[in-house]
């Protein structure tokens, strides 16, 4: 088992900036990969950016690119999300995933291991 608990979500004017945390702790061996994917009230989960311990790659969502910027150390089990100039469409509860294998890290079915989420608010 893996527990993943994040942080560092809250309320922020359109423009601003977060940065979202995560750490995993229980059996992190046996993960592969993080991601983050967010979930808007009435809408599905979505895909916003994701990390591969096995070199290093990095994916992002179309909503995701150019504006926030996945890290990670695997050797602390942690994993972050650095959100820039955010909009009120942004709003969405995040939530932290990891994976333990396997070469999609974009959909959500891949991930086996979830965190709470925590909600972030961008007002306009």
């Known amino acids: 088992q893996v527990q993943l608990v994040e942080s560092g979500g809250g309320l922020v004017q359109a423009g601003g900036s977060l940065r979202l945390s995560c750490a995993a702790s229980?059996?992190?061996?046996?993960?592969?990969?993080m991601g983050w994917f967010r979930q808007a009230p009435g809408k599905e989960r979505e895909f916003v950016a994701a990390?591969?311990?096995?070199?290093?790659?990095?994916y992002y969502g179309d909503s995701a690119k150019g504006r926030f910027t996945i890290s990670g150390d695997n050797a602390k089990n942690t994993v972050s999300l650095q959100m820039n100039s955010l909009k009120p469409e942004d709003t969405a509860v995040y939530y932290c995933?990891?994976?333990?294998?396997?070469?999609?890290?974009?959909?959500?079915?891949?991930?086996?291991?979830w965190g709470q989420g925590t909600q972030v608010t961008v007002s306009s």
């Open positions: 995933a990891a994976k333990s294998g396997g070469y999609i890290y974009t959909r959500s079915s891949s991930y086996t291991y």
């Open positions: 229980g059996r992190t061996s046996s993960s592969s990969g």
């Open positions: 990390i591969r311990w096995s070199g290093g790659g990095t």
